[in-house]
């Protein structure tokens, strides 16, 4: 049978293909407004920097510090790997409306392999700082769990967007740190999101259950291991990641975060999540105490929680995920009936259980995600003074200009999702490629028949350059005799 396989492609492969070339069909751009377009440019300019140290190749990191070394005239903070996912993610869902997009989003990549972790080999370095010399990794060279979801999924996105058969691989970067945030940033027996690299210990992954109920004996509250951060319940990435891996263990991540916030909202009137979820000794997840990890406020919903309005309706955007719809509903009555409808008066930080307000100021990253709860909960007239709102005020931070963006993009209907599941080169969409997807990608580069199509086609881009033509034969039968000689 292998003989017979590999005689057949012999005999395609001494098929007249030179010069043969027709044109992949355009994907269609993303539906963004022109406010969200103008608000990337001025995003761009003002938060976009290159590396003035990196001598060889181009790299690009997100600016979040408040001043520069030429400034400051010492060492200071330019970015953490939360500023460089944002990056990431926003280069990629702009390629429609930004030429530069692909070369910022590989230089950013090669920012992010210039700082690895020095625990997860493909996690990223939390923070840099210019010390004037160079960007060095500071206050500890491990990962911060968000910023790696982000990078994972941006990859993935990149994928998507032009492939992964030119100089960067993204897929394989992509599988690389999933593999990574499995192996490092998730408990595996309670399947939570640990709070990064630093938090966790294989043992405990390993650890027996001590009384026969399936937990184990829990340390004092400042034990990090039975930890996680709300603004990592980015619920719609752990069914991709499942899907582009093949690793279920992420379904059990992906059902465990819905438990959690079930837990932690249902007996609050507010429908809030805490900056910090805390397994207690009964087994029961509630906020944490106050300076757990940042703040007094750590159990509040405070400047890590005021993202998820954002990340956690986003999966009830995308797959309907019924629980996200009920905290959306319960999320927005809370805000509307706190600010009185009035977006000007939501404030930087609320009681997660009474609902009140704890500060006196507003800020812009806790204003923008509640625009997606309220598009969620149906509730139009809100929805529309917080979008304006958002735009009126500006320039302001990088936090709350970053998070504004994405949330702009997400409102606009331009989050994307990777492509799952697809074989290059399945061109007939069999959801395999085999001698037949070489059959017909021949056919229809020939016209044989006239009004040949293919199922496919983007499929058949094996090398990413927008056009099938004779090199992407070329590696489409590379790649099944690779299979055939196997």
């Not at 998730?186 to 937990?215: E, F, T």
């Amino acid at each position: 049978m292998k003989k017979q396989m590999i005689a057949a492609l012999t005999a395609l492969m001494l098929l007249p293909v030179s010069g043969l070339q027709m044109p992949v069909q355009a994907q269609e751009k993303t539906p963004l407004s022109e406010e969200t377009i103008s608000y990337y440019a001025d995003w761009k300019e003002t938060y976009l920097r290159q590396n003035p140290y990196a001598a060889d190749e181009a790299q690009y990191y997100v600016f979040y510090g408040e001043e520069t070394y030429e400034q400051a005239k010492k060492t200071v903070p330019v970015t953490v790997s939360e500023a460089h996912g944002y990056g990431m993610l926003i280069a990629a869902l702009m390629a429609d409306y930004d030429d530069e997009a692909k070369e910022i989003f590989d230089g950013m990549y090669r920012y992010y392999l210039a700082h690895p972790s020095s625990i997860g080999p493909h996690l990223m370095a939390w923070q840099q700082s210019d010390n004037g010399k160079a960007l060095i990794d500071t206050n500890g060279s491990d990962s911060a769990t968000d910023g790696d979801l982000d990078i994972a999924y941006a990859l993935l996105l990149a994928d998507k967007r032009w492939g992964s058969s030119g100089e960067i691989n993204y897929k394989k970067a992509a599988d690389l740190v999933i593999g990574d945030i499995m192996e490092y940033e998730v408990h595996h027996r309670m399947w939570i999101l640990q709070l990064g690299d630093w938090a966790h210990d294989p043992d405990d992954d390993k650890a027996p259950s001590n009384d026969g109920s399936g937990r184990t004996e829990l340390k004092v509250d400042d034990d990090y291991g039975h930890a996680t951060r709300s603004s990592d319940f980015i619920l719609q990435y752990f069914p991709v990641f499942a899907n582009v891996t093949g690793d279920d263990r992420w379904i059990n991540v992906y059902n465990m975060t819905n438990y959690i916030i079930q837990q932690c909202t249902d007996y609050t009137k507010s429908g809030l999540l805490p900056d910090f979820c805390v397994k207690g000794l009964t087994g029961a997840w509630s906020g944490a105490p106050a300076d757990f990890l940042e703040s007094e406020h750590d159990g509040d919903y405070y400047y890590n929680a005021c993202r998820t309005p954002w990340r956690i309706c986003t999966d009830a955007l995308l797959n309907q995920n019924a629980q996200a719809q009920d905290y959306a509903k319960k999320v927005n009555t809370c805000i509307r009936e706190a600010s009185g409808g009035d977006p000007q008066k939501i404030y930087a930080g609320y009681d997660r259980v009474s609902g009140k307000p704890i500060e006196n100021w507003n800020d812009l990253c806790f204003t923008a995600p509640l625009m997606i709860s309220a598009s969620v909960a149906g509730d139009t007239e809100f929805h529309d003074a917080i979008r304006q709102e958002v735009l009126d005020i500006g320039v302001d931070s990088y936090f709350g200009n970053t998070i504004a963006m994405l949330c702009l993009i997400t409102d606009d209907g331009g989050w994307l999702v990777p492509d799952l599941n697809k074989c290059p080169g399945d061109v007939d969409a069999s959801n395999q490629t085999d001698i037949a997807d070489l059959q017909c990608m021949y056919n229809w580069l020939m016209k044989n028949p006239p009004a040949f199509v293919l199922k496919d086609p983007e499929a058949g881009d094996l090398n990413g350059d927008g056009v099938i033509d004779a090199r992407d034969l070329t590696l489409l039968r590379r790649i099944l005799l690779q299979k055939a000689e196997a």
